[in-house]
């Protein structure tokens, strides 16, 4: 930078970095017991299908959650 010494130019990147850093969002969300347990049982299910308990809970968990309203026909 121009008419900035080593120090300042330095501080400035510093500054600029933490307010990148605070810009960011962080996004936290809770998976219900219910849907935990449904992910599990896809995750161990050997034949490659989906129980409809299964099915049913992740609709459910999908048709509730607020990040999803409105996103699913």
Known sequence: ???VDRKTENL???????EEESNRVNLS???PP???K???LIARDENN???RITE????HFI?????????TG
């Open 29 to 31: 969300v809770t998976i």
């Open 34 to 36: 219910d849907v935990k």
């Open 63 to 71: 048709s509730q959650h607020p990040l999803f309203v409105g996103s």
């Open 12 to 18: 400035m990147r510093t500054n600029a970095q933490t």
């Open 49 to 51: 299908t989906v129980s």
């Open 56 to 59: 049913n809970a992740l609709r």
């Open 38 to 40: 449904a992910l599990q």
């Open 1 to 3: 930078m121009v008419g």
